[in-house]
């Protein structure tokens, strides 16, 4: 079964949507452990601490087939400033 051009381009569309979803969740994933990893505020300790508390937020997260949007957490104000970027 051939493919034809209009097929092709959406096949490519969708490719394209899932492709800047993942990296969009992977910055924001990122950029929480980056944070917790930069902040002088924190000790070495509290710093492992956060991130492994980022770790387990994303666990949960995934693990109930939430997004950080739906899963009520504390990271929701800072994906609603990633996704209005």
């Not at 092709?8 to 990122?30: H, K, M, P, T």
């Not at 492992?48 to 508390?53: A, G, M, T, Y």
């Not at 666990?59 to 104000?77: F, H, I, K, N, Y």
Request: negative net charge.
């Amino acid at each position: 079964m051939a493919i034809s051009a209009t097929e092709n381009a959406l096949i490519e569309a969708l490719a394209e949507e899932v492709s800047a979803g993942i990296r969009c969740g992977v910055d924001f994933w990122v950029s929480q452990i980056e944070a917790a990893f930069h902040d002088k505020q924190l000790t070495t300790l509290g710093r492992l601490q956060r991130i492994r508390d980022i770790v387990e937020e994303y666990r949960r997260s995934e693990g109930e087939g939430a997004t950080p949007l739906d899963a009520g957490s504390q990271t929701v104000r800072v994906w609603h400033s990633i996704a209005r970027a």
